[in-house]
């Protein structure tokens, strides 16, 4: 079986994204590159309850090599990015209060300093209809300049990583940035930071602290 390994990681970040509440049923899908291949989750199945055969596998063309179902009517998007990026696997969920901001809003801006992981103010991409190259041209433009993730409009988020775990991670910070932003918007207007702070956080992340050791 192609890319078996590869198909199990899919199940395993399926099972985790479902347990997190990042997707719910078989919304979102998760994909996975190595080379010129691409393991994909399949089209109307609950992201819980995958087995590695249910994951067709596609070249970077979009051709299928392997798998008896279909493979995700969102395929198009990932395969954009991975054509535009060096992602080695992407996560798209149709997370709570990422939709929530992707409704209402043209960008995630700075609210917490952890959002510099994600390549900064996270934009949301225009709205189009899933599974359609027209959405994955839009997703595309929203992850330019080195980007890590972006909303979708009227939809959700998607998130790429250097492997799957990354991937997952990303998307979880995303929906945790946008749950700070939603949640302080009860309460008052929230303080972004700036480019000069924030850039400052770049500069301190550069030059760790140095303990010095009793004698």
Known sequence: MLLEDERSGLCAIGLRLAETGLVTGSSGNVSVRVGDLVAVTPGGVMLDR???????????EGYLLEG?????????MHLALYAATDAAAVVHTHSTYGAVVATTMTELPPI?????L????????????????ELAAHVRTAMEGGK??????????VAIGRDLDEA????????WLCGVYVRSRMIG????????ELQQVVERALTPPVFPRRS
């Open 50 to 60: 995958l087995r590695p055969e249910d994951c067709p596998v596609l070249d970077v």
């Open 118 to 133: 994600l390549g900064g103010t996270v934009r949301v991409a225009e709205y189009a209809t899933y599974g359609t190259p």
């Open 112 to 116: 917490h300093y952890n959002v510099l």
């Open 189 to 196: 207007e929230p303080r972004i930071l700036t480019d000069d």
């Open 148 to 157: 890590r993730a972006a909303l979708l409009a009227n939809h959700g988020g």
């Open 168 to 175: 997952y991670e990303n998307a979880r910070l995303l929906e």
């Open 68 to 76: 008896e179902r279909a493979p995700s009517s969102e395929t198009p």
